[in-house]
């Protein structure tokens, strides 16, 4: 859910909020994933992930695997990154 909300920040929907906070999720962690970053530390790096421009996924990937995010989970992140760039949504660094 987390990239989710990071990855379409520039348009948030009201239904996304109300779908973290079914999941457990308090207002500080969506406003924190909405701004790209979580309290935890894996999650921030799932995000940085998610969110790099192209030529800084491959550092971001690298920090995800050291940091024990499966290689099955981090292109899976990529996968949704790519398709939210069709979009035209926002890329952060």
């Known amino acids: 859910m987390s ?7 520039g348009s948030p929907d ?3 909020d109300a779908a973290a906070r079914a999941l457990g999720m308090s207002g500080a962690e969506i406003d924190a994933a909405r701004q790209g970053w979580s309290f935890d530390v894996r999650t921030s790096l799932a995000l940085g992930l998610a969110l790099a421009a192209e030529d800084l996924r491959q ?28 979009g035209g949504g926002p890329r952060h660094v």
């Open 59 to 86: 550092d971001r990937r690298a920090r995800a695997l050291k940091a024990g995010i499966p290689e099955a989970a981090c292109r899976e992140i990529e996968a949704l990154a790519r398709q939210a760039d069709t």
């Open 3 to 9: 990239i989710e909300l990071a990855l379409t920040a």
């Open 14 to 16: 009201p239904r996304q």
